[in-house]
């Protein structure tokens, strides 16, 4: 769908903005504002009248750019504590501290309940002035942060990045009329509702190629490829029949090493821009490894952890945290590598057998054996020895190929649709991006779109 454009325009002066309609105003962004006040910590929750729901940065919803419907933390707040700093409907909150590399600091989100909260010290409260939309406001931030505006007012002394806030509401920003406020608002509101729809459909899809992946890899490493094949009782409640001349063993018995990294003496201080690749737990997944996010460590320090060294063919599993039981095979052409502690590094005995074993650590029977082999009430992690434990159905040789052959065909088709899907949420919100940037900008008129609206 195309929008038109108003009929003039003039150059505003500023560059994130270029031209602007004629009869729009350009001044900073405190102008929009009574007040920002920073947010309070308080005290744990006592069970009195002065608890309070406390929003954190970890509770705004970036996508919806409003605060989560649900918020966890209860703080305890005195009367005299949260005067002023009580949130109302309406009010912005700008995140002031935290942020990281991808996500900087300085994200906006508008509050919309009307149910009392404070907003944690990471967080300030903006009271808008009067004549203000809140929820265009709220695009607007969101149109400035997509371009890095919040850059500039970025201090960073430690590992934690703080917001001038002062200098961030001094940068300048485009002031429609109230009506064409709300006009735009209402606008965005319907459009990136349509396309977020679609972003969830498609992130619907992914979760359903998902399962039908391991459906397809759990079925052929349990039950073979022939279906007429004779069974015969494996004596393990949960894996049930297995084919006969399948052989039911413990991972331990296949492997010549069972063991993980450590973390360097000095930490994430120890990392290089080049040198050897130090693989964390976030690199590693089901479908193989990742290197987006990847980092290095020297020689020097890979040849202090020799023993965490990493081996093409090696099979890796993560063993703590949220993504405990991901695993997957180093490629034969993986560059030189090291482990952290949260990364088990498995080696088998018969090289031949890897591919096969690394299909079997990604099926259903034995994830629900790594999540019932977690250490402890507080789900702690993997030892090496309940690693060791872990129970597999291995078929002849011969089978294990024709297996492994037939689950590389099956789950390439699956991944190729599941990359499609990734890449049309890219661009839908890529193109939730530019809409709210054209609109709030003034590059697109949006006053005549009442139809539009009502579009599906």
Same mark, same amino acid.
């Given at each position: 769908?195309?929008?038109?454009?108003?009929?003039?325009?003039?150059?505003?002066?500023?560059?994130?903005?270029?031209?602007?309609?004629?009869?729009?105003?350009?001044?900073?962004?405190?102008?929009?504002?009574?007040?920002?006040?920073?947010?309070?910590?308080?005290?744990?929750?006592?069970?009195?009248?002065?608890?309070?729901?406390?929003?954190?940065?970890?509770?705004?919803?970036?996508?919806?750019?409003?605060?989560?419907?649900?918020?966890?933390?209860?703080?305890?707040?005195?009367?005299?504590?949260?005067?002023?700093?009580?949130?109302?409907?309406?009010?912005?909150?700008?995140?002031?501290?935290?942020?990281?590399?991808?996500?900087?600091?300085?994200?906006?989100?508008?509050?919309?309940?009307?149910?009392?909260?404070?907003?944690?010290?990471?967080?300030?409260?903006?009271?808008?002035?009067?004549?203000?939309?809140?929820?265009?406001?709220?695009?607007?931030?969101?149109?400035?942060?997509?371009?890095?505006?919040?850059?500039?007012?970025?201090?960073?002394?430690?590992?934690?990045?703080?917001?001038?806030?002062?200098?961030?509401?001094?940068?300048?920003?485009?002031?429609?009329?109230?009506?064409?406020?709300?006009?735009?608002?209402?606008?965005?509101?319907?459009?990136?509702?349509?396309?977020?729809?679609?972003?969830?459909?498609?992130?619907?899809?992914?979760?359903?190629?998902?399962?039908?992946?391991?459906?397809?890899?759990?079925?052929?490493?349990?039950?073979?490829?022939?279906?007429?094949?004779?069974?015969?009782?494996?004596?393990?409640?949960?894996?049930?029949?297995?084919?006969?001349?399948?052989?039911?063993?413990?991972?331990?018995?296949?492997?010549?090493?069972?063991?993980?990294?450590?973390?360097?003496?000095?930490?994430?201080?120890?990392?290089?821009?080049?040198?050897?690749?130090?693989?964390?737990?976030?690199?590693?997944?089901?479908?193989?490894?990742?290197?987006?996010?990847?980092?290095?460590?020297?020689?020097?320090?890979?040849?202090?952890?020799?023993?965490?060294?990493?081996?093409?063919?090696?099979?890796?599993?993560?063993?703590?945290?949220?993504?405990?039981?991901?695993?997957?095979?180093?490629?034969?052409?993986?560059?030189?590598?090291?482990?952290?502690?949260?990364?088990?590094?498995?080696?088998?005995?018969?090289?031949?057998?890897?591919?096969?074993?690394?299909?079997?650590?990604?099926?259903?029977?034995?994830?629900?054996?790594?999540?019932?082999?977690?250490?402890?009430?507080?789900?702690?992690?993997?030892?090496?020895?309940?690693?060791?434990?872990?129970?597999?159905?291995?078929?002849?040789?011969?089978?294990?190929? +024709? $297996?492994?052959? &037939?689950?590389?065909?099956? !789950?390439?088709? @699956?991944? *190729?649709?599941? #990359?499609?899907?990734?890449? +049309? $949420?890219?661009? &839908?919100?890529?193109?939730? !991006?530019?809409? @709210?940037? *054209?609109?709030? #900008?003034?590059?697109?008129?949006?006053?005549?779109?009442?139809?539009?609206?009502?579009?599906?």
């Amino acid at each position: 769908m195309s929008f038109p454009a108003y009929e003039e325009y003039k150059d505003s002066g500023v560059e994130w903005l270029e031209k602007v309609p004629e009869h729009w105003v350009v001044d900073r962004f405190k102008r929009s504002t009574v007040s920002c006040r920073n947010g309070i910590w308080g005290s744990e929750a006592q069970g009195d009248e002065n608890d309070i729901k406390c929003v954190r940065v970890a509770d705004f919803d970036r996508e919806s750019l409003t605060t989560c419907d649900d918020i966890p933390t209860t703080r305890n707040v005195t009367e005299s504590e949260r005067a002023e700093r009580t949130l109302s409907q309406g009010n912005l909150l700008l995140e002031k501290s935290g942020g990281g590399a991808l996500q900087p600091v300085g994200f906006v989100v508008l509050y919309d309940s009307f149910e009392p909260a404070v907003c944690s010290n990471f967080v300030a409260k903006v009271e808008l002035a009067d004549g203000m939309n809140p929820s265009y406001w709220r695009y607007c931030h969101a149109a400035a942060y997509s371009i890095r505006l919040n850059y500039r007012s970025i201090k960073q002394t430690t590992g934690i990045q703080n917001l001038d806030q002062s200098q961030y509401l001094d940068e300048r920003a485009p002031f429609p009329p109230l009506p064409e406020q709300t006009a735009i608002a209402s606008f965005l509101d319907s459009e990136t509702s349509k396309i977020d729809s679609l972003v969830d459909e498609q992130r619907r899809l992914i979760e359903l190629l998902k399962e039908k992946r391991q459906a397809v890899i759990s079925h052929a490493v349990t039950k073979g490829l022939d279906p007429n094949a004779p069974m015969k009782e494996s004596s393990i409640e949960w894996l049930g029949e297995v084919p006969e001349g399948w052989t039911v063993t413990k991972l331990g018995f296949l492997s010549s090493k069972i063991g993980s990294g450590k973390t360097p003496r000095g930490g994430s201080e120890t990392y290089v821009d080049e040198g050897v690749l130090f693989v964390r737990s976030q690199n590693v997944y089901d479908e193989g490894l990742r290197l987006e996010d990847v980092v290095f460590i020297s020689n020097e320090v890979d040849e202090e952890m020799a023993i965490s060294r990493v081996e093409n063919g090696d099979i890796l599993l993560n063993i703590t945290g949220a993504s405990l039981g991901r695993t997957c095979l180093v490629p034969e052409d993986s560059p030189s590598s090291n482990v952290n502690q949260h990364v088990c590094i498995i080696r088998l005995e018969d090289p031949e057998q890897r591919e096969f074993v690394a299909m079997v650590m990604k099926a259903s029977v034995t994830k629900s054996q790594i999540d019932a082999a977690q250490n402890g009430a507080a789900r702690e992690g993997l030892n090496f020895e309940r690693i060791r434990q872990l129970r597999l159905a291995v078929p002849p040789r011969v089978e294990q190929q +024709a $297996i492994v052959s &037939l689950i590389d065909s099956e !789950t390439s088709k @699956i991944d *190729a649709m599941a #990359t499609l899907a990734e890449r +049309a $949420i890219e661009l &839908l919100q890529e193109r939730r !991006t530019a809409l @709210i940037s *054209a609109a709030v #900008t003034g590059k697109i008129d949006v006053r005549n779109h009442s139809s539009a609206l009502s579009m599906n």
